[in-house]
């Protein structure tokens, strides 16, 4: 395994944005594998998923690149964000914003299945639930309107 995904999500981080990266699958005739099929080589796609291409099936995911990608994301924050903090050790997420209109929803994923292993301080959000999801859990508010913010620390 390559070191792709940790240098895109040090990217991500560096430059507080998000990404989709190849999550889907990848198709033997990708317009990205057009210059091995033109060499005459079997394409090798790249992704999540592993495709082979002499086959043309999708044997799986590539379970390598799982614990790479599990990671905290702010999915929805509920108005614009003024801060956003993520440990590096994937230990603490902050985030917090201003102006955000009463009842818009903020979402954290966590990547793990107990959410009592989460410490959460917030300001103006209601209560802050959780549920499962995706293999970890998901917490979720909605603001009071105004300021807000939330840590969540494992």
């Known amino acids: 395994m390559d070191d792709y995904f940790e240098r895109h999500l040090g990217e991500q981080d560096s430059y507080l944005f ?3 990266i190849w999550s889907c699958h990848t198709a033997c005739g990708d317009p990205h594998t057009y210059s ?3 060499n005459g080589q079997i394409p090798q796609v790249w992704g999540f998923f592993e495709t082979n291409c002499e086959t043309n099936t999708v ?3 590539r379970t390598e690149y799982l614990e790479t990608i599990k990671k905290m994301a702010l999915r929805f924050a509920p108005g614009a964000l003024t801060e956003v ?7 603490e997420l902050s985030a917090s914003g201003d102006d955000a209109p009463a009842g818009n929803r903020l979402e954290v994923f966590v990547p793990t299945g107990d959410p009592r292993s989460v410490a959460i301080e ?3 959000l209601s209560s802050v639930d959780s549920t ?3 293999g970890g859990t998901l917490f979720y508010a909605k603001a009071q309107g105004g ?4 840590r969540l620390t494992r």
């Open 85 to 91: 903090v993520w440990a590096h050790d994937d230990e």
């Open 59 to 61: 044997d799986g995911m």
């Open 36 to 38: 091995q099929f033109q």
């Open 147 to 150: 300021a807000w913010s939330i």
């Open 18 to 20: 998000g990404a989709t």
């Open 132 to 134: 499962p999801w995706f």
């Open 122 to 124: 917030s300001t103006g």
